[in-house]
T-cell receptor, first 111, second 113 residues
Framework: EADIYQTPRYLVIGTGKKITLECSQT?????MYWYQQDPGMELHLIHY???????EKGDLSSESTVSRIRTEHFPLTLESARPSHTSQYLC??????????FGEGSWLTVV | GENVEQHPSTLSVQEGDSAVIKCTYS??????FPWYKQELGKGPQLIID?????GEKKDQRIAVTLNKTAKHFSLHITETQPEDSAVYFC????????????FGTGTRLTIIP
C-alpha cells in the first residue's frame, strides 16, 4: 500500500469559488503528479513536479495551478471553479523510474 | 504524440474463464507498457508491466504480451475471480519516467459468478 493521501475525497462547490485539492505522501518521493480523469475516460497529466520548487505543466492544458514548497505536499488550486472543471483529480508520486503510486482521487463537482 | 487505443471498453466474463484486453499504440519510440487496475473509488494500481526488449511476461494469473512490429500489447487474465472486476487501463511511454505516459481509455471488466 502506498502512503499517498488526497483530501477532500468528494467536493461539491459553486461556480466562481476558489478550491484547493490537497495531496500528501510520506514516502519521501521527489516526483509528484496530478492527473485529471473524466468518468469512464483515460487519465490525462495536468501537472508534475521533480522536487521542491519544481512545477511543470502536463500534456492536458488546465486552468489549475500547483505548488511544491515541501517534498511531501503537492496541492492543486483552482482560483475560480467552473462547471467544466467537474472531474476526478488523481494525485500520484514516484521514487523514480516508472514506478508510480496513485492516491484514491478527489471527485470535484462544480454547480 | 503517442496515441493508445484500448479494446473492448466493457467485457463480461464467466468466473473461471479467461479475459483478454488489447491495446495498440502509435509511437514506435514507446518502450514501456504498464497495465493498471482501478477499483471503484480508488486510484489505479500497477498490476504488471513489460518493456520492449521482452515479448511476454507472466505473474501468476496475469500475463502481458507485446508485439512491437504490430505495435500492440495485450493483458491476459486466466481463471478469473470476482475480485478481478475493475477498470483496467493500459499505457505506453517512450521514456524512463512517467511524464510521457499515455493511457488507454480503459476496459470495465465484470466477472459473473
Amino acid at each position: 500500500e502506498a502512503d499517498i493521501y488526497q483530501t477532500p475525497r468528494y467536493l461539491v462547490i459553486g461556480t466562481g469559488k476558489k478550491i484547493t485539492l490537497e495531496c500528501s505522501q510520506t514516502m519521501g518521493h521527489d516526483k509528484m503528479y496530478w492527473y485529471q480523469q473524466d468518468p469512464g475516460m483515460e487519465l490525462h497529466l495536468i501537472h508534475y513536479s521533480y522536487g521542491v520548487n519544481s512545477t511543470e505543466k502536463g500534456d492536458l492544458s488546465s486552468e489549475s495551478t500547483v505548488s511544491r514548497i515541501r517534498t511531501e505536499h503537492f496541492p492543486l488550486t483552482l482560483e475560480s471553479a467552473r462547471p467544466s472543471h467537474t472531474s476526478q483529480y488523481l494525485c500520484a508520486s514516484s521514487p523514480g523510474g516508472n514506478t508510480i503510486y496513485f492516491g484514491e482521487g478527489s471527485w470535484l463537482t462544480v454547480v | 504524440g503517442e496515441n493508445v487505443e484500448q479494446h473492448p471498453s466493457t467485457l463480461s466474463v464467466q468466473e473461471g474463464d479467461s479475459a483478454v484486453i488489447k491495446c495498440t499504440y502509435s509511437d514506435s519510440a514507446s518502450n514501456y507498457f504498464p497495465w493498471y487496475k482501478q477499483e471503484l473509488g480508488k486510484g489505479p494500481q500497477l498490476i504488471i508491466d513489460i518493456r520492449s526488449n521482452v515479448g511476454e511476461k507472466k505473474d501468476q494469473r496475469i500475463a502481458v504480451t507485446l508485439n512491437k512490429t504490430a505495435k500492440h500489447f495485450s493483458l491476459h487474465i486466466t481463471e478469473t475471480q470476482p475480485e478481478d472486476s475493475a477498470v483496467y487501463f493500459c499505457a505506453a511511454s517512450p521514456t524512463f519516467g512517467n511524464e510521457k505516459l499515455t493511457f488507454g481509455t480503459g476496459t470495465r471488466l465484470t466477472i459473473i459468478p
